[in-house]
């Protein structure tokens, strides 16, 4: 007879997964939340949270935003619990993140990159890297954010607005509770740099405002609907 001496250890993803999963039960059992009723705010599958928590899936970008929103947290928040302890610093002083530095989360064909370390900060700045030519889920959140191409064609798609295709040096700023989602326009790898308000306490989802992009030209693609898993 056969014994599987898999241990609980050998199927963790690895150790920011694993550092990230427990973070997010430790917010769910403070919050007094179960694993089923996660389930049910988020439209995630009871048996993928608890790969999450144990660190044996990793949540992408989509499904960490969906979390966050579960449990009264940030994705940036969520992402950043994945990096390693680092010793007290003076807040007020200057923080600098080098290139192989920053808590990583994956998305469909790429990462993100959180370029500040864990703590509190008047924003979230992420660098966004990949080649995905689908659209996926839209991220939605309560506080305005900016992003700006550095390099490749990026389709830009703003819940209820015509898609937008920038190119490098084009930006766009949009409103708190503005669905928004992003691929590459024609399957080359872009690089932008996304900057994202640090939520307020109690501050009100954003409504109706209309975005302010500086695109160079917007396209008539329709929107994907295809879902990142």
Not at 63 to 83: C, H, Y
Not at 128 to 155: I, K, P
Request: glycine fraction near 12%; include cysteine.
């Amino acid at each position: 007879m056969s014994t599987d001496t898999t241990t609980e250890t050998d199927r963790v993803v690895d150790d920011q997964t694993q550092r990230i999963g427990e973070h997010i039960r430790a917010r769910r059992r403070a919050a007094r939340l179960t694993l089923v009723q996660v389930a049910e705010l988020t439209g995630l599958s009871h048996p993928f949270l608890s790969q999450v928590e144990r660190g044996h899936s990793r949540a992408s970008m989509v499904s960490l935003e969906k979390i966050a929103a579960a449990l009264g947290t940030t994705q940036v928040e969520l992402l950043a619990a994945g990096a390693p302890e680092r010793p007290d610093q003076d807040d007020r002083g200057p923080e600098v993140i080098r290139a192989g530095e920053g808590a990583r989360g994956p998305f469909s064909s790429g990462e993100a990159r959180l370029l500040v370390h864990a703590g509190p900060h008047a924003f979230e700045p992420l660098e966004w890297t990949g080649e995905n030519t689908d659209l996926g889920d839209y991220f939605e959140h309560r506080e305005d954010e900016f992003l700006t191409v550095l390099a490749g064609d990026v389709l830009l798609d703003l819940r209820g607005q015509e898609p937008l295709r920038l190119g490098p040096g084009d930006s766009a700023y949009y409103r708190g509770g503005t669905g928004h989602r992003w691929c590459s326009a024609d399957g080359s790898r872009f690089h932008m740099i996304v900057v994202k308000e640090t939520p307020r306490a109690g501050a009100a989802p954003s409504a109706g405002a209309a975005p302010s992009t500086g695109a160079a030209q917007s396209t008539g693609t329709a929107p994907s609907t295809g879902v990142v898993a």
